[in-house]
């Protein structure tokens, strides 16, 4: 997988008064990009593509430069207490990733260069709640080391919580390039998480992503630079022959980490689910998934807005998550792991 390069650039005006949005104009006119400019990252006009399904793939590859006016971070995901924002939008195409509805009409990528603004934000959010430990998201809304071989905002936000007494920092990656983050001073604050499947899952639902090798390759690096490493398996999916799918991941992951130090190593755990709208979105943008959304399979939990989830029944997400645990504590003995959703 060759790191993400786009086909477009949108930049607003008053992104380049901060030095990274300069910094970022010259470099994509260095490499040769079209640039063009936008009023707004809200309100992007004039991707290509002749019908929505072509201006849908077109999108993953505009990335827009702008200014994050909403400062104030999300606060409902289980693995943090805050969002940070640094980026929304993937080049990914994850046929069950939640963006495709969260980002509704805007699938282009958008990339923050305000980032002293966001991180005063960060320090009143750590300032609030001290001495409790503040962790921030930072993989929301992106898949954001796929892009930050570009930008390193990313690597500036690890620096940035690594001095901080009370912040820890954590995201989530299928994407393997990393090496510019090896470096980093991350202070031990940062937790580096790849999500990991079993083969059928990231070969029939994972495309424009990094293969499980190449995660590994990125896995065993940053663990060498000292950060606490982690894994999520997301989504959890019962294909045929899912037992043996999950037990071969993690037999894979053991072989692959031997000889590397893994005090503190995590999982996390999220079966798979959809919603109604969801549903609608992934059978027109990936119109011949295999992915299974048969509401009759499944159980409905009611969610926030009125939109509730499709889950696995409760005996069989018991099943699944008894099976995962199990595999863990017979390859991972002294992982922890977090939480299975
Ligand atoms: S890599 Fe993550 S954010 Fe990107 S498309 Fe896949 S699931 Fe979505």
């Not at 995201?171 to 090496?179: E, Q, W």
């Amino acid at each position: 997988m060759e790191p993400f390069i786009p086909q477009l650039v949108f930049i607003e005006p008053q992104a380049l008064e901060y030095q990274l949005g300069q910094e970022l104009k010259q470099k994509f006119t260095d490499m040769g990009l079209e640039i063009r400019e936008t009023t707004s990252h809200n309100q992007i006009r004039g991707i290509p593509g002749d019908n929505e399904f072509q201006q849908y793939r077109n999108a993953k590859s505009t990335l827009v430069v702008g200014v994050r006016r909403t400062l104030k971070f999300d606060t409902s995901k289980p693995s943090a207490e805050y969002a940070i924002p640094l980026a929304t939008g993937c080049m990914g195409h994850c046929h069950y990733c939640y963006l495709q509805t969260t980002l509704g009409s805007k699938p282009y990528i958008r990339t923050y260069v305000n980032l002293d603004e966001i991180f005063d934000q960060a320090q009143k959010y750590m300032d609030e709640r001290k001495p409790e430990i503040t962790r921030f998201e930072a993989a929301c809304t992106s898949d954001i080391v796929g892009l930050d071989h570009l930008t390193h905002s990313l690597k500036k936000t690890i620096e940035f919580i690594g001095q901080t007494e009370h912040g820890r920092l954590r995201f989530v990656t299928k994407y393997h390039h990393v090496d510019h983050l090896l470096d980093a001073k991350h202070n031990g604050k940062t937790r580096f998480r790849f999500s990991v499947n079993s083969r059928y899952v990231i070969k029939n639902f994972e495309p424009g992503t990094s293969s499980f090798d190449e995660r590994l390759e990125g896995a065993r690096k940053v663990a060498a630079a000292g950060y606490p490493l982690g894994f999520i398996v997301a989504p959890i999916y019962m294909h045929e022959g899912w037992q043996e799918g999950y037990h071969e991941l993690f037999e894979r992951l053991s072989n692959a980490l031997q000889g590397i130090p893994l005090n503190n190593l995590t999982f996390e755990l999220i079966q798979h689910r959809f919603t109604k709208p969801a549903k609608r979105v992934i059978e027109k943008r990936y119109p011949k998934t295999k992915l299974e959304m048969d509401e009759e399979k499944r159980k409905y939990k009611w969610g926030r807005y009125g939109i509730g989830k499709y889950v696995y029944p409760t005996e069989e997400a018991q099943n699944l998550e008894q099976t995962l645990r199990q595999y863990i504590g017979s390859f991972f003995p002294e992982a922890e792991i977090e939480y299975f959703t």
